[in-house]
């Protein structure tokens, strides 16, 4: 084996190899293009000090193709296990793209229970909750036909935003921690998140799932106010203060990503309205 010192005549050559090979990779570009479905689609490429491994993605709602890699490996080799998995991302993007807007007639769920949308273009106030003729539980919406969207992601986000509020209260007086902030958004790439300053930030998507899924969520980030990782004492932490981690956690991995299918796309912003 070659060692090179400082001084030695192969140093200067070495050292110029590895900045050269530096500089290729940060010139690499940062997305690349590949023909799924028989259309191009930009992969965002993600390099990681972490990964171990490739890791694919399709952001539900909007579509976005997310590579993930180890920080060495290459664009030809990102090139072809995206490829490689070129159906699996196929059907990703079917589901990506069949949404379920917010507008008169369509049924989404609020807390696992299925509504369905009425606008009420005459009537007073923003939005409510009524018994349908058979039964259905509906959400009533008043105003302009233009402004369901904005006024039903508005009175969802309340609604997230006051049972996250509660149940975040409940597990952090039992874990004798407090939370600085309560946040609730439009995430992508998280149900929730903890920051290190202890800002606790949700999707207001949780608001469609079971109350056990969103109380569970709650339970995890205030877990992270302890634990700021996912070893063995953060999961004791976890099913301390939530017994339905389980039965949450298989929720989720078979329902979650249909929750972003619902209204608009995540990270737009609907139109908005002067009340």
């Given at each position: 084996m070659?060692?090179?010192?400082?001084?030695?005549?192969t140093?200067?050559?070495?050292?110029?190899?590895?900045r050269?090979?530096e500089?290729?990779?940060?010139a690499?570009?940062?997305?690349?293009?590949?023909?799924?479905?028989?259309?191009?689609h930009?992969?965002?490429?993600k390099r990681?000090?972490?990964?171990?491994?490739f890791?694919?993605?399709?952001k539900?709602g909007?579509?976005?193709?997310v590579?993930?890699?180890?920080?060495?490996?290459?664009?030809?080799?990102?090139?072809?296990?995206?490829?490689r998995?070129?159906?699996?991302?196929?059907?990703?993007?079917?589901?990506a793209?069949?949404?379920?807007?917010?507008?008169?007639?369509a049924?989404?769920?609020v807390?696992?229970?299925?509504?369905r949308?009425?606008?009420?273009?005459?009537a007073?106030?923003v939005?409510?909750?009524?018994?349908?003729?058979?039964?259905?539980?509906?959400?009533?919406?008043?105003g302009?036909?233009a402004?369901?969207?904005?006024?039903?992601?508005?009175?969802?986000?309340?609604?997230?935003?006051?049972a996250?509020?509660?149940a975040v209260a409940?597990?952090t007086?039992r874990?004798?921690?407090?939370?600085?902030?309560?946040?609730?958004?439009?995430?992508?790439?998280?149900?929730?998140?903890?920051?290190a300053?202890?800002?606790l930030s949700?999707s207001?998507?949780?608001?469609?799932?079971?109350?056990?899924?969103?109380?569970?969520l709650?339970?995890h980030e205030?877990?992270h106010?302890k634990?700021?990782?996912?070893?063995?004492?953060?999961w004791?932490?976890?099913?301390?203060?939530s017994?339905?981690?389980?039965?949450?956690?298989a929720w989720?991995?078979a329902?979650?990503?249909?929750?972003?299918a619902?209204?608009p796309?995540?990270?737009h912003?609907?139109?908005?309205?002067?009340l």
């Amino acid at each position: 084996m070659l060692t090179a010192y400082p001084g030695d005549i192969t140093s200067m050559p070495v050292l110029g190899l590895f900045r050269r090979a530096e500089r290729i990779r940060r010139a690499e570009p940062e997305r690349f293009v590949l023909r799924f479905g028989g259309e191009d689609h930009a992969v965002t490429v993600k390099r990681s000090d972490r990964a171990r491994r490739f890791t694919l993605r399709v952001k539900p709602g909007t579509g976005e193709i997310v590579l993930t890699l180890p920080k060495r490996a290459g664009i030809g080799e990102a090139r072809a296990f995206a490829k490689r998995h070129e159906r699996w991302v196929e059907t990703r993007l079917e589901s990506a793209n069949d949404r379920i807007p917010f507008a008169h007639g369509a049924m989404v769920p609020v807390r696992d229970v299925i509504h369905r949308i009425v606008h009420r273009p005459g009537a007073r106030g923003v939005v409510w909750v009524e018994n349908g003729v058979d039964g259905t539980p509906e959400l009533h919406v008043a105003g302009d036909a233009a402004f369901i969207e904005r006024r039903l992601v508005d009175y969802l986000k309340a609604e997230a935003r006051q049972a996250l509020v509660a149940a975040v209260a409940r597990y952090t007086a039992r874990l004798g921690k407090s939370a600085s902030r309560v946040t609730v958004r439009d995430q992508t790439t998280r149900w929730g998140s903890c920051s290190a300053t202890g800002v606790l930030s949700f999707s207001w998507r949780l608001v469609l799932a079971p109350p056990f899924v969103l109380d569970y969520l709650a339970a995890h980030e205030v877990a992270h106010l302890k634990e700021m990782n996912h070893s063995a004492r953060f999961w004791r932490t976890l099913r301390d203060l939530s017994p339905d981690t389980d039965r949450a956690k298989a929720w989720m991995q078979a329902n979650g990503a249909r929750l972003h299918a619902y209204g608009p796309a995540a990270g737009h912003r609907p139109a908005a309205d002067a009340l």
